[in-house]
């Protein structure tokens, strides 16, 4: 059952959007050479707790771990949820997915976002562009009245056209009181399939696009998501709303 928020859910919604928002925008510009990803974490729980909102991912639960950190810092071939640590300092030429969440008021953002360290190669330009690009393809297919599969479909095509792949067995999701809600939001698909987009339904949509094969395996620590090829990867995330007209980002930075 995909949940359909009311008028007053909404706007909590929205506000917890915009806080994530700005906390994540100022975590983005502390990206450079020799910071740690400790940092960066810090960073993000301090305004986080600062503003009155609750880390999203500090204390997650899956398979019997806790994910210890309130940002996911992935880089390089590292896809998702990589853990922040003093020793992991970047240096440039590396790309880093930042990806964080908060709930404010009973309700839950989440969005990321992978930022290069220094100037990227053309290469890595093109990574990031063609990521971020079918961030945006897949939020054009979210409106009322079209089908779910619409927005996986647009991700893999973009993805695919320009030489990328798409991750198959990891997905976007619902999001609202929980952080995790129905449906699952595949990358990739067939147009005109699943459920019915409706006016106030949610949802975090987040491509992970890979410059290799799509494979993708566990390291050691439980968490952290890599390419089985050791290829790079980019993440882009938004929380997203579907009104009666379009899809409103919940996670915009200005």
Known sequence: MITIKNEKEIEKMERAGRLLAEILNKVIKEV??????????????????????IPAFKGFKSDGRVFPA????SINQEVVHGIPNQKNV????DIIGIDCGLKLDGFYADM????????????????????????????????????????????????EKNGFSVVRNLAGHGIGKDLHEKPDVFNYGDAETGPVLKPGMTLA????????????????????IVTKDDSLSAHFENSILITETDAEILTRIK
């Open 32 to 53: 450079d050479s020799g910071v740690t990803t400790f940092e960066l974490n810090q960073l993000a729980e301090n305004l986080i707790l600062q503003a009155g909102a």
């Open 70 to 73: 309130a940002l996911c810092t």
């Open 90 to 93: 970047l240096q440039r030429g």
């Open 112 to 159: 990321a976002r992978t930022i290069p360290v220094g100037k990227p190669s053309d290469k890595v330009a093109k990574l990031l562009t063609i990521a971020r690009e079918c961030l945006e393809k897949g939020t054009n297919k979210a409106q009322a009245g079209a089908r779910l599969g619409s927005i996986s479909n647009a991700i893999q095509t973009h993805a």
């Open 205 to 224: 949509i987040e491509p992970m696009i890979n410059v290799g094969h799509y494979d993708v395996k566990t390291k050691e620590d439980g968490w952290t």
